[in-house]
């Protein structure tokens, strides 16, 4: 069972605004920074937030990141159809002393 | 090009093992702490294990792999490594090597994966 927990499925139709959360507790998510990542069908993870909020160069700002106590957010506004794809989110976990991961949120754009 | 590919990978059987290897390109590879992630098909991501960028001294394990598997890196040929051993079927998945932007889990730069199976 993975350490931080997202929802299995979101959707959403284009141009729409849809969130994912990712809920851990006070050894992850509470004393940790989160990094976001968009896995599309048959290719290796992108990076899409890390520390939090923080974009790396080339992700557009319509995907944002939040964080509030034990738990993260991953926002995306005006939904594309390319935006479907698995996400998953990650931190530090200081009791394990490693990374863990959530389970993967699929989106589908309706 | 800056890259990562990994090689190695293929059809094992339970107790045996492998070494993973991830060819850097096109960046300072010592500079950067490496990561190995891995994913069963169909199924999320898992970590398995980190190094520390320049001397690699510092090393993280996940507990599924504490004691089998070793990470460690050449950075005059600018590769990371993954030797495997004890190997069990549910190490069977595909390997990502990936690069750290910042602290141990953004990685920004990602390799298209070796898999790995381990059947009998």
């Known amino acids: 069972q993975p350490v931080l927990t997202q929802p299995p499925s979101a959707s959403g139709t284009p141009g729409q605004r849809v969130t994912i959360s990712c809920s851990g507790s006070s050894s992850n998510i509470g004393s940790n920074t989160v990094s976001w990542y968009q896995q599309l069908p048959g290719t290796a993870p992108k990076l899409l937030i890390y520390s939090n909020n923080q974009r790396p160069s080339g992700v557009p700002d319509r995907i944002s990141g939040s964080k509030s106590g034990t738990s993260a957010s991953l926002a995306i506004s005006g939904l594309q159809s390319e935006d479907e794809a698995d996400y998953y989110c990650?931190?530090?976990?200081?009791?394990?002393?490693?990374?863990?991961f959530g389970g993967g949120t699929k989106l589908t754009v309706l | 090009e800056v890259r990562l590919l990994e090689s190695g990978g293929g059809l094992l059987k339970p107790g045996g093992s492998l070494r993973l290897s991830c060819a850097a390109s096109?960046?300072?590879?010592?500079?950067?702490?490496m990561t190995w992630v891995r994913q069963v098909p169909g199924k999320g991501l898992e970590w398995v294990s980190s190094?520390?960028?320049?001397?690699?001294?510092?090393?993280y394990y996940a507990d599924s792999v504490k004691g089998r598997f070793i990470i460690s890196r050449e950075n005059s040929k600018k590769t990371l490594f993954l030797q495997m051993n004890t190997l069990r079927a549910e190490d069977t998945a595909v390997y990502y090597c990936a690069r750290s932007l910042s602290g141990w889990y953004s990685y920004d730069l990602w390799g298209q994966g070796t898999l790995v199976t381990v059947s009998s």
């Open positions: 096109g960046f300072t590879f010592s500079s950067y702490a």
């Open positions: 190094l520390s960028g320049s001397g690699g001294t510092t090393t």
């Open positions: 990650a931190a530090w976990d200081d009791s394990l002393n490693g990374v863990v």
